[in-house]
T-cell receptor
Framework: GAGVSQSPSNKVTEKGKDVELRCDPI?????LYWYRQRLGQGLEFLIY????????KSGLPSDRFSAERTGESVSTLTIQRTQQEDSAVYLC???????????FGPGTRLTVT | GENVEQHPSTLSVQEGDSAVIKCTYS??????FPWYKQELGKGPQLIID?????GEKKDQRIAVTLNKTAKHFSLHITETQPEDSAVYFC????????????FGTGTRLLVSP
C-alpha cells in the first residue's frame, strides 16, 4: 500500500515568513510523529499524536512551532516567523499497534534564506 | 532521558569487506534495539531489530548483536556492496507503546567498488 507522503518535498522561504508542512500517514495508522534533521545530524523528535490523546509536544523547540492533526489522517506542521536555524529536513512517521514500528516519509527540505 | 551514541561517525570499506557499527545507550529500561538505514533524500527505514530477550539476530548479510549488561548493541554487515552506502542510525527504546524515538548521531558508511 501507499507509504507516508509529505509535501512539499522542498520549500525555500524568506526569514520571517510562515510555512506549513504537510504529512499524510499510512492509512489506519493511529500514531503520527514529526522529527527534524539538521544537515549531517541525527533526527530530533518534535511532536507526536496518538489517537484522541493530547499530543506530546515536548520536542517543539519554541512557540513558533505548532502542529495539528485531523482525526487519524493528515497532519500539518507550522513554523511561524521562520529563522535561518529552522533550515532542516522535516520528517514525518506513522505507526500502529502492536508492532509500533515507525514508517518514515521522504521529508520536506526547508531552506530559510 | 536516553543518551545514545554511535561509533564510528564515518566508515569507509572496500566492497566485500565487513562493517561494524556500535551503538551505546544509557537508559537501562530500553529493551528494543532497532537499526535504520537512511539513503540520500529518503527517510530512515528499519532494516533489523532485536529485543532484549535474545543476544543476536541475523537477516542475510546483516546482523545485530546485543550486550544489555554493557548497554550497547552493534550492526554487522558482511560482504558489503556499494548499495549498502548510506547513513545508519540506532534508536533504542522501550518495547511497547507509542514512543518518540531518540536517534543516535548516525554513521555514514561508504562502500567503494
Amino acid at each position: 500500500g501507499a507509504g507516508v507522503s509529505q509535501s512539499p518535498s522542498n520549500k525555500v522561504t524568506e526569514k520571517g515568513k510562515d510555512v506549513e508542512l504537510r504529512c499524510d500517514p499510512i492509512s489506519g495508522h493511529t500514531a503520527l510523529y514529526w522529527y527534524r534533521q539538521r544537515l549531517g545530524q541525527g533526527l530530533e523528535f518534535l511532536i507526536y499524536f496518538q489517537g484522541n490523546s493530547a499530543p506530546d509536544k515536548s520536542g517543539l523547540p519554541s512557540d513558533r512551532f505548532s502542529a495539528e492533526r485531523t482525526g487519524e489522517s493528515v497532519s500539518t506542521l507550522t513554523i511561524q516567523r521562520t529563522q535561518q536555524e529552522d533550515s532542516a529536513v522535516y520528517l514525518c512517521a506513522s505507526s500502529l499497534a502492536p508492532t509500533y514500528e515507525q514508517y518514515f516519509g521522504p521529508g520536506t527540505r526547508l531552506t530559510v534564506t | 532521558g536516553e543518551n545514545v551514541e554511535q561509533h564510528p561517525s564515518t566508515l569507509s570499506v572496500q566492497e566485500g569487506d565487513s562493517a561494524v557499527i556500535k551503538c551505546t545507550y544509557s537508559d537501562s529500561a530500553s529493551n528494543y534495539f532497532p537499526w535504520y538505514k537512511q539513503e540520500l533524500g529518503k527517510g530512515p527505514q528499519l532494516i533489523i531489530d532485536i529485543r532484549s530477550n535474545v543476544g543476536e539476530k541475523k537477516d542475510q548479510r546483516i546482523a545485530v548483536t546485543l550486550n544489555k549488561t554493557a548497554k550497547h548493541f552493534s550492526l554487522h554487515i558482511t560482504e558489503t556492496q556499494p548499495e549498502d552506502s548510506a547513513v545508519y542510525f540506532c534508536a533504542p527504546r522501550g518495547n511497547t507503546g507509542f514512543q518518540k524515538l531518540v536517534f543516535g548521531t548516525g554513521t555514514r558508511l561508504l562502500v567503494s567498488p
